[in-house]
């Protein structure tokens, strides 16, 4: 059975930084892309960050580069997401989701496929970020 389950989130303020980790069970990591994404009641969901293993390529939204970074940890066969410099204006829902190497890049999952509507293989349930003023 595939899980995805994403820890990490909470209170900060603004400035700080938090390290979101999505633990990955039932999947090999180099087989999928993975992607972070960022959920705000009512606007569309934002592709933060996605990451092809297999394809050696890493996409960072424009909106969080610099402040962003996303890494694997094997070990643990997780998926982390380092956000520091944090605004309040990246208060969200943060899930993780994976689609199949061979039917997707880093780049297309965070942002045409994510436009289009496209279906992810797993997502997590997310974890709340609150960045304070």
């Known amino acids: 059975q595939v899980q995805l389950v994403e820890s990490g989130g909470g209170l900060v303020q603004a400035g700080g930084s938090l390290r979101l980790s999505c633990t990955v069970s039932?999947?090999?990591?180099?087989?999928?892309?993975i992607g972070w994404f960022r959920q705000v009641p009512g606007k569309e969901d934002e592709g933060v960050s996605c990451?092809?293993?297999?394809?050696?390529?890493?996409y960072i939204a424009g909106s969080v580069k610099g402040r962003f970074t996303v890494g694997t940890d094997k070990d643990k066969n997780s998926v982390y997401l380092q956000m520091n410099s944090l605004k309040p204006e990246d208060t969200g829902v943060y899930y993780c989701?994976?689609?199949?190497?061979?039917?997707?890049?880093?780049?297309?999952?965070?942002?045409?496929?994510?436009?289009?509507?496209?279906?992810?293989?797993?997502r997590g349930q997310g974890t709340q970020v609150t960045v304070s003023s």
């Open positions: 990451m092809g293993l297999n394809e050696g390529r890493t």
């Open positions: 039932g999947l090999i990591l180099d087989r999928y892309v």
């Open positions: 989701a994976a689609r199949r190497y061979d039917i997707t890049t880093a780049q297309a999952m965070c942002t045409t496929e994510l436009a289009a509507g496209y279906e992810f293989d797993y």
